[in-house]
Each structure stands twice: as C-alpha cells, then as structure tokens.
C-alpha cells in the first residue's frame, strides 16, 4: 500500500511538471504519458487543482495564470528542477569565502543552499525552514533563521517581526527568487507580506543576484519587490535577444546557466557597477 501511495505521488509530480512545462495539457495526452485511465487522469487533476497546483479545464488542465497565484513549496520542487540546479550552480561562482550573504525563500535557492558545502566561514541569513535546517551541519558557516509568521505549505517566515531582525544589517550579497521578472517592471511576487521581506533584503545588500529559470521571464506578480536598476545581476537559463539588449542598457549583468552542462557566464553589462 505504501508503494502504492508513493507512485500515486510520483505520477502527479510528473503531471504537474508536463502541465506547467507545456502551460496546458489534454486528458488524452496525459493518458498517454503516463499510461492510466482517463478516470485515474481526472482523480490527479482534481487533486492537483484542490492543492492549487494548476486549474483544471473542460478535458484537461492548464497551469494558472492570475498574478496572485503561487504554487506551494510541493508543486515548485518539480518544476524546472534541472534549470534550477543549473542556475544555483552558475550563482555559487559568486560567493566567496568569508562573505555575509542573504538567501531568500525559494526552490532555486535551496539548490544553492546545497552547494555551500564547500565555502569556508560564511554568515548566511535566511528566512527558510528548509535552508536553514539544510546548512545547520555545514562546518564553518554562521546562519541566522529570521523568525517571523508561518508562512504555511512555503516553509518560510514573514511578517513585521521578520523585518525587525534584519533592521540595521548590510550583507555582502543578497541570492533572491522571484516568481516574476521583466525588464519593463521588475520581480515581483504574488504575496504583499512575501514582498515587503523581500524588499528590505534587497535594501541591505551591496550586491543584489536575482536567480529565475526562463519561464519566470517577461511576467509580472502581483507585488513588485524591486525594480530592474536595483538587480545587480540576472542568473538564468535563456534569455531572449530582445531581453539582453534590454538588460544591457539596464546595465544589469547576465549570467547564463546550461542545463546538463558546466555553467556559462556572458561579459559583464553591470560596468557602472563592478
């Protein structure tokens, strides 16, 4: 029974993950995909739905568009994970032994948190349960767990008694995610609370990273937390040629991570800057 529970589990992770990377999927096409019943298709789609993962529609299902959705932690853990991977990789190129850095809530950022391993006496403020329980053995690391409210099903702290524990500080580099990016308006997130944090982390910081795979690009959320002139650098996995030449005059560096292959790192367009 419990093999049972856990291929259930895999199958919508798998679902999820065709969904979002397709942006919409029929009840065929998923049958197909993982070879069940239409019937077993419409029971994960229902489930998903009730989750908040995606919507589901008339003979099928499709990934949410509002500006104030937001899968949970679950649902982002599958999404793009080896993009992911790949741009908290290219990111660790950026931290130095002794730095005092911020890492913000998020997937993409957890990745990066497992990298750390081989960074000697670094501080790391993180408002993340997972993050910080993720670095608690590393051996020369200092972590600061900013407390605050329980986000629920994000695994992370907000709220005014978070933003308290973080007046006053300045860290070397600020790692933040997003859920949105564009270079008209900025990142952006769906939650006023998650913004408000997120705002103040980048306000401390000399050095501001902001790490989004290339579905986050060209979007907007409901809550701007900075806008374009205050990111230092964009690390993705493909970025449109009409969106460099916008970041270049922006004057924001790109840093470009491949997917199953080493990370690559264009010439730096931050020169004001660096």
Excluded: W
């Excluded at 008209?184 to 501001?208: C, F, I, N, W, Y």
């Excluded at 004057?251 to 199953?260: D, K, Q, S």
């Amino acid at each position: 029974m419990k093999k049972e529970l856990v291929f259930v589990e895999e199958r919508k992770r798998g679902i999820l993950e065709y969904v979002t990377e397709r942006k919409k999927a029929s009840v065929g096409e998923l049958c197909e995909r993982f070879g069940v019943s239409s019937a077993t298709i419409r029971s994960d789609l229902r489930d998903l739905e009730q989750g908040g993962s995606l919507l589901r529609t008339h003979g099928g299902a499709m990934v949410k568009r509002q500006a104030r959705f937001e899968p949970d932690a679950r649902a982002k853990e599958t999404a793009k994970l080896e993009e992911k991977r790949a741009i908290a990789a290219a990111a660790l190129e950026r931290i130095d032994d002794g730095d005092t850095i911020i890492l913000d809530t998020g997937t993409t950022i957890y990745e990066l948190a497992c990298l750390l391993d081989g960074k000697r006496d670094i501080t790391v403020l993180t408002n993340d349960l997972e993050i910080a329980l993720r670095l608690e053995e590393h051996p020369s690391a200092t972590i600061h767990l900013i407390g605050g409210v329980l986000r629920k099903r994000f695994h992370c702290a907000v709220g005014a008694r978070a933003a308290a524990a973080l007046e006053g500080l300045t860290v070397d580099k600020a790692f933040m995610a997003a859920n949105s990016f564009s270079v008209d308006k900025g990142a952006s997130t769906p939650d006023l609370q998650q913004a408000e944090l997120k705002r103040l982390m980048v306000s401390m910081a000399t050095k501001v990273y902001l790490l989004v795979d290339s579905s986050k690009l060209g979007r907007n959320s409901f809550a701007l937390f900075a806008a374009p002139p205050l990111v230092d650098c964009l690390v993705t996995d493909a970025v449109g040629e009409e969106d460099q030449k916008s970041l270049e005059e922006l004057g924001i560096e790109l840093l470009l991570a491949h997917p199953g292959g080493p990370a690559s790192d264009t010439q730096s367009r931050k020169g004001a800057k660096e």
